[in-house]
């Protein structure tokens, strides 16, 4: 888990691990590629293969159904789709075992509540087994009753994908729940941060 | 998916969306109907008359004479007289002649005095004859047939009685000599439509009470008495011509044009109306200018539209970035948003045209007389549509590129 107050850079970092914003200095290794030396398109194809993003807000296609969303990593990332196989079954399978109602597969996501818009966002991040989720406070808006099930169902699902966690938080208390804690503020220049 | 994606977006934003539908829409329909206009004047302009190879009036403009001898649009500015006409009729190079006479009105309709021949040698529409609906032509001096614009409008029939007026806009009229519709044609889609057509001797018989253009006070001379006259006409308005040879149709056109003892000017109906699109090619094409306005107006809307909604989007943009987007690939989608949207536009716009053609054809006919002919969509207008799609997926380049920037500038970050 990486913790850190508000404005300490936790947000840029997921940027810098994902590929979005490149380091001026330093390196980042993601799947054991350093990305300073991949091109643009090919962070971007890491990114799909090998990364699944949950926001804070969970961030679904408001005008998409639950399997688009769910399914939407697939059309960016072929060896992923290719894994999935059947993408439908796969994507039913998960949302019914993060506890989603099976009904709820093509009721568009702006008319779910909350707590399922959460479950579709880990069910988006996880399909295709990518070997790293990372995700943005994304138990900031929850109560701690919901926070506990949520991290509960992500990280079920993690292991059963062999599939590392990298969560931003600035709630120390949920630093219990995670193998590895670091602060943001202990991270200097000649600190190597794994992941 | 990601098409099915892009469809989903558009309906999301359906006021919008449809709004830039509906302006691309009514643009391509007007577009497409100043070009339907613009050929269906010009094609039934050029259906009007076929088979006739020349001409002959008196001396003025050729465009002119073609106008008032065919389309009865203006007057002439003088008469050709029996005697040259028939130096003309004499002449070997000619295998038919018509007289034509102008003048007289029944209500809102020109009266054409004429031959039988008319009947069999006038041909419209690539050769296509005369043909009539119900009755017989004149056979009797107060005869007359009628066009099928002026049986539908004046709800005339067979055997109903009509007056002719003296003039175009008179209110004098010759109701001593009343005439009988002895038949009514088929439509044409010319303006033959809307003539009331009699033989030359009735133009003759009803002005036997008339000199310089007024009624002789005092005088009504009896029908029966008008039957017994000599009613030779002794002046005429134009003749339509068919020569014996084609070879030989320049020949008799200049022998006419050097007729010495009266100016007369022979024209080729292709050569007046080729010369007629010339005079009417300027205004055709301000007229072409405007409609691509329209539609380029419509266009830059579109990109308005899309440019307004960039920043609404930009969660939607970090969420495919997140996902593993390309901005490329967000750049592409917009793209593709602005086709869809102009394919739409386009395709309402033809079902927009056709509904319309299909509502205002009878009464452009009616009004105009301009047959707009209801055809299934040439390539040409298929190729409008395209152009606008194409054009579209230009245009919509440049919001698509502002969208590419911000992509790059925000990344997976999402802004609102």
């Known amino acids: 888990m990486l913790l850190g107050e508000s404005g300490s850079g936790k947000s840029t970092l997921l940027s810098m691990i994902c590929g979005t914003v490149l380091v001026e200095d330093g390196s980042v290794e993601v799947a054991g590629q350093d990305l300073s030396k991949l091109s643009a398109g090919q962070r971007d194809r890491l ?15 408001p005008f998409g159904t639950v399997l688009d969303n769910v399914l939407l990593p697939l059309n ?26 099976p009904g709820v597969m093509f009721a568009r996501a702006r008319d779910l509540s909350v707590g399922q818009q959460q479950r579709v966002a880990v069910a988006r991040a996880l399909i295709g087994t990518p070997r790293l989720i990372v995700a943005d406070e994304p138990t900031s808006a929850l109560d701690a009753q919901s926070q506990a099930l949520f991290l509960q169902q992500l990280f079920d699902q993690a292991a059963i994908n062999k599939t590392s966690v990298l969560m931003v938080s600035h709630d120390e208390r949920l630093g219990d729940q995670f193998d590895r804690v670091v602060r943001m503020e202990d991270i200097t220049d000649d600190n190597r941060v794994a992941a | 998916m990601i098409f099915r994606l892009a469809i989903a977006s558009l309906f999301a934003r359906a006021i919008t969306v449809g709004m830039t539908i509906l302006a691309i829409a009514l643009s391509v329909a007007l577009f497409l109907g100043v070009e339907k206009v ?22 003025s403009g050729s465009v002119q004479l073609l106008l008032y001898s065919v389309f009865r649009i203006g007057n002439a500015t003088n008469n050709i007289t029996w005697e040259s006409y028939q130096d003309i009729t004499e002449r070997p190079e000619v295998e038919w002649i018509v007289p034509i006479s102008l003048g007289d009105s029944h209500r809102q309709f020109r009266v054409m005095g004429t031959s039988v021949e008319f009947f069999q040698h006038y041909k419209y529409r690539q050769g296509r004859a005369l043909e009539l609906a119900d009755g017989i032509i004149m056979s009797d001096l107060f005869d007359a047939v009628i066009g099928a614009d002026v049986a539908t409008t004046l709800g005339y029939s067979t055997g109903d009685p009509i007056i002719v007026a003296h003039g175009l806009a008179s209110f004098t009229e010759h109701e001593d000599q009343p005439f009988r519709i002895s038949g009514v044609l088929e439509k044409t889609g010319t303006p033959v439509d809307r003539t009331v057509i009699v033989s030359m001797e009735a133009i003759e018989a009803i002005h036997v009470d008339w000199k310089s253009g007024a009624k002789i006070p005092g005088q009504t001379t009896p029908v029966d008495q008008i039957r017994q006259m000599e009613l030779t006409p002794k002046a005429l308005t134009a003749a339509l011509i068919g020569v014996e040879n084609p070879l030989r149709t320049f020949a ?5 044009n050097e007729y010495s003892q009266e100016p007369l000017l022979a024209i080729l109906p292709g050569v007046a109306l080729q010369e007629l699109w010339g005079i009417v090619g300027i205004a055709e094409t301000a007229l072409l200018a405007v409609s691509t306005m329209v539609v380029v107006t419509a266009l830059i809307g579109l990109m308005a539209t899309i440019f307004s909604s960039l920043n609404e989007r930009r969660r939607e943009m970090a969420i495919f970035r997140a996902m593993g987007a390309r901005p490329a690939t967000i750049l592409g989608l917009l793209v593709l948003e602005s086709i869809l949207i102009a394919l739409m536009g386009a395709a309402l716009g033809m079902v927009l045209l056709y509904v319309t053609l299909v509502i205002a054809q009878p009464m452009v006919d009616q009004a105009y007389g301009l047959w707009l002919p209801i055809d299934a969509p040439s390539w040409r207008e298929v190729r409008v549509g395209l152009a606008v799609v194409a054009a579209s997926a230009i245009v919509s380049l440049i919001p698509a590129l502002r969208a590419y920037r911000m992509s790059l500038e925000d990344g997976m970050t999402v802004r609102t």
């Open chain 2, 38 to 59: 613009r050929t269906g004047a010009k094609d039934s302009f050029a259906d009007t008359i076929s088979g006739t190879d020349i001409i002959v009036g008196a001396r």
């Open chain 2, 252 to 256: 008799l056109q200049r022998a006419i």
């Open chain 1, 47 to 61: 990114r799909a293969e090998q990364i699944g993003v949950i926001f804070q807000q969970f961030n679904l296609l």
């Open chain 1, 76 to 101: 960016f990332a072929p060896q992923r789709k290719s894994r999935v196989g059947d993408g439908r079954a796969v994507a039913a399978k998960l949302c019914t075992d993060l506890g989603l109602p």
